[in-house]
């Protein structure tokens, strides 16, 4: 008999080596929200500009009637957007921290998150509140003193929209306390995260009455938390703008995590984000009108109460029914998209210094509040857009951005 080359017996379950859990698919659509809420939060702060409402680095006041629809925009918008970025952060908290290890995850919290902080508070914000160093000036020499810009500098000190990069990395250190102290660690650095937990499918009435218990537990909670944090109230050294939202960023940063695990936007129904539409429209219009009615300083309690019912609840339902539109339209990447997504967090970055240098050079045109809104809205998108492709241009930056 002549010797034959035997071919090797196939592996067995015992020999083969343990196959790694299956990576996500990368969620376009969550790409595509936050392409979204990035362009929102210029719309945002250019409706503040030309409104009635002084809330940012330069007001062009308006002198019409028109500027109480920004107004209502700015209200409506805020009632929801921030919260919003809160939740899709905390989405990927869980995935970033597995991937990653906890030494890795606080390293690229504060290279992505820190970093941008420091380089917003120290380059570029004296671009951004430079218009109002000239008022700062004028109400000095009223008191009989002088404002030179480094005592300006000083006094007037936050970081601007960066806050929130500043808050998340707050959250996140919270994430790797909690981890700690439930004895659940990191998995090795490179390892993918582990599958999501398998979940029974929720009734529309279990989920309905789930959703309807955590609107009201958030508004407690929110309007107890108003009763220390007015409306109105500002951190200068943290730079939160509103922390009378802070229950909402915390629970909706909390709430993204779980989603994670627990595939909560892939099981939304589609039902639900009619539901959420129609809801969004009832309680953004009750909300606005309670707006006007807690702007005074003696409010009775029943309509605080009321208010922050209904902030939270318009936003959970604009928030349920966007998740859902753009999971079933918008669930797709392209070049436009692809470039769009990855420069958003550049154009958060330097957004605020487009926008002011825009909105100052265009300070003496006589114009409707609502055309100059959106004459600079036409304008301050692409420039923000091409301001963050220039700097994830230079060396290094994409790192960072």
Not at 47 to 72: H, I, K, Q, R
Not at 287 to 296: I, K, N, P, Q
Not at 352 to 372: D, H, Q, T
Request: charged share 15%; net charge positive; proline share 8%.
């Amino acid at each position: 008999m002549t010797d034959q080359t035997r071919a090797p017996a196939p592996a067995t379950p015992r020999d083969a080596a343990p196959a790694a859990p299956p990576a996500r698919p990368r969620l376009h659509y969550i790409d595509n929200l936050r392409i979204a809420l990035t362009a929102l939060v210029v719309v945002h702060h250019i409706a503040g500009t030309y409104g009635n409402l002084p809330v940012w680095y330069f007001a062009d006041l308006a002198e019409d009637p028109s500027g109480t629809a920004l107004d209502a925009l700015v209200i409506l918008n805020q009632a929801f957007f921030m919260g919003f970025f809160f939740l899709i952060s905390g989405f990927f908290v869980p995935a970033a921290y597995e991937r990653k290890g906890a030494r890795g995850f606080l390293r690229g919290r504060l290279l992505r998150l820190g970093v941008p902080v420091l380089l917003f508070v120290f380059l570029l914000r004296p671009f951004a509140n430079f218009p109002s160093l000239a008022f700062a000036r004028e109400m000095a020499a009223e008191a009989g003193t002088e404002m030179p810009y480094w005592l300006y500098y000083i006094v007037s000190f936050d970081p601007g929209p960066m806050w929130f990069a500043e808050t998340l990395i707050v959250f996140g250190l919270g994430y790797m306390l909690l981890r700690r102290v439930r004895g659940t660690r990191a998995t090795a650095p490179g390892t993918p995260a582990p599958p999501a937990v398998p979940q029974r499918p929720a009734t529309p009435l279990t989920a309905t009455l789930a959703l309807v218990g955590g609107v009201a537990a958030l508004a407690v909670a929110t309007y107890l938390w108003r009763l220390l944090v007015p409306s109105g109230s500002y951190w200068p050294v943290v730079g939160l703008p509103t922390p009378y939202f802070l229950p909402q960023y915390v629970a909706l940063f909390a709430l993204g995590a779980v989603a994670y695990r627990r595939r909560w936007f892939d099981r939304l129904p589609r039902a639900a984000g009619w539901a959420g539409l129609a809801a969004a429209a009832v309680t953004g219009a009750a909300y606005a009108a309670a707006a006007l009615l807690v702007s005074g300083a003696d409010v009775p309690a029943w309509q605080m109460l009321l208010h922050a019912l209904l902030e939270n609840a318009f936003a959970a339902a604009v928030i349920v029914a966007l998740i859902v539109l753009f999971r079933e339209v918008a669930n797709r990447r392209g070049r436009v998209s692809a470039f769009l997504a990855d420069h958003a967090f550049a154009v958060y970055f330097v957004h605020p210094v487009v926008l002011v240098l825009l909105s100052y050079a265009l300070r003496g045109w006589e114009a409707v509040a609502v055309v100059k809104f959106g004459a600079v809205t036409l304008l301050a998108l692409p420039l923000c857009w091409g301001a963050a492709y220039l700097i994830r241009r230079v060396p290094g930056a994409r790192r960072v951005f």
